[in-house]
């Protein structure tokens, strides 16, 4: 007899779980710990986003003579705590009465955020977008980066133009690191050393990514008649397939770098002189 409702239609199953694939009942044939990789990346990647957090809201401990944090750098509101030759742009005015920090960190934080191996190392450590290889990811659907938000992704290439210029002022930071706490230059401390090994990881990634490369020699259709440049696309190729070592390691340098600020400005250490 005819009830007036028809049965639930089945469930319609996805990617490697589709009729038309091979009926499999396990979800993959991976034995080992594949899990690992996307858990530390995870793990990695959330204690820098937690420390990185709180020192960008603290608002202080960011200025040690003559080292500034590079999380404060350039300092671009009228509440930076004073820095002799220091990069101090008041850009922003007193009315700004956040730290500032804030203003200065969306540009290689968006860089980050948009590189391609970073990309693939939250959408694998925090959506399971897919969790590793040969693994099916849980999501009944696909769209790439065509949508909103993650379509904005598309802006990478912009941010790699806005952190050179940040790049630069590191650098700058730098050579003002060869001075003494009164500003004396001809000096060196360990601190010193820790902005030189920061400045060069920060550097080799930020030439190492995928936009400088293309913007280097993606479009040269003869390499001969353009010797320079595809020199040049030959040395940033050579950093680009270290990509993801030189992402990790300048992530962790920059963090290393503030740190080693903040235990200066609070008097929990004092820099060693080496000359």
């Known amino acids: 007899m005819a009830t007036g409702t028809e049965p639930p239609r089945p469930r319609q199953l996805t990617g490697v779980h589709d009729t038309s694939r091979a009926a499999i009942a396990a979800r993959h044939l991976r034995t080992d710990r594949w899990w690992l990789a996307p858990a530390a990346t995870a793990a990695g990647l959330l204690a820098f986003v937690v420390y990185s957090t709180w020192r ?7 200025y040690a003579a003559p080292y500034v944090s590079p999380f404060y750098s350039p300092c671009l509101a009228e509440n930076c705590v004073p820095m002799q030759d220091g990069p101090n742009w008041p850009v922003f005015g007193s009315w700004w009465t956040l730290s500032p920090a804030l203003l200065i960190l969306i540009f290689p934080l968006g860089f980050r955020l948009t590189c391609y191996y970073y990309r693939k190392a939250y959408y694998r450590g925090f959506w399971a977008s897919p969790p590793a290889c040969a693994v099916a990811e849980p999501h009944s659907a696909y769209t790439g980066e065509t949508r909103f938000p993650l379509i904005l992704q598309n802006m990478h290439r912009y941010f790699f133009y806005a952190a050179l210029p940040v790049a630069g002022i590191l650098t700058y930071d730098t050579v003002l690191a060869f001075r003494d706490s009164t500003y004396a230059w001809g000096h060196m401390g360990l601190g010193t050393l820790v902005f030189l090994v920061n400045i060069v990881l920060i550097w080799a990634y930020t030439l190492s990514c995928h936009s400088c490369r293309h ?25 680009n397939a270290r990509h ?18 903040y235990l ?5 250490i004092t820099d060693p002189r080496i000359f």
């Open 215 to 239: 913007i280097i020699g993606g479009r040269l259709r003869h390499f001969s008649k353009h010797p320079v440049r595809y020199r040049l696309w030959s040395w940033v190729g050579k950093l």
């Open 264 to 268: 200066l400005a609070t008097g929990t």
């Open 244 to 261: 993801m070592q030189l992402a990790w390691a300048s992530l962790i340098s920059v963090a290393l770098c503030d740190f080693y600020v």
């Open 56 to 62: 960008a809201f603290a608002n202080a401990d960011y």
